[in-house]
């Protein structure tokens, strides 16, 4: 059974930054694809990027230059490098991995943006 925990949420004021982390029970380069979801209150669950096999990586538009996924070989984990926070960043955040035909997903971390 794949676990995935996410680590570094928390409270940050408007403009603040935070990195979040998603630890994989398995080799993150094992996974087809392993991505970052995120979901308010009263919303549904909403992408927000993700890091392919091979590298690449994919961003909602809502995101684009603020936030940057990337991978930490060492730790083994995946990163969302997350700045200049909005208030409507505010939601709990989400690790989800594909590996072998079948979704995990990891329990979540909260993010909230106010001052």
């Known amino acids: 059974q794949v676990q995935l925990l996410e680590s570094g949420g928390g409270l940050v004021q408007p403009g603040g930054s935070l990195r979040l982390s998603c630890a994989a029970s398995?080799?993150?380069?094992?996974?087809?694809?392993i991505s970052w979801t995120r979901q308010a209150p009263g919303k549904e669950r909403e992408f927000v990027a993700d890091i392919i096999k091979g590298g690449s990586t994919n961003y909602a538009g809502f995101v684009k230059g603020r936030f940057t996924i990337s991978r930490d070989n060492a730790k083994n984990t995946v990163n969302l490098q997350m700045n200049s926070l909005k208030p409507e960043d505010t939601a709990v955040y989400y690790c989800?991995?594909?590996?072998?035909?079948?979704?995990?997903w990891g329990q979540g971390t909260q993010v909230t943006v106010s001052s």
């Open positions: 398995a080799s993150i380069f094992s996974f087809d694809a």
């Open positions: 989800n991995g594909l590996i072998m035909g079948s979704n995990y």
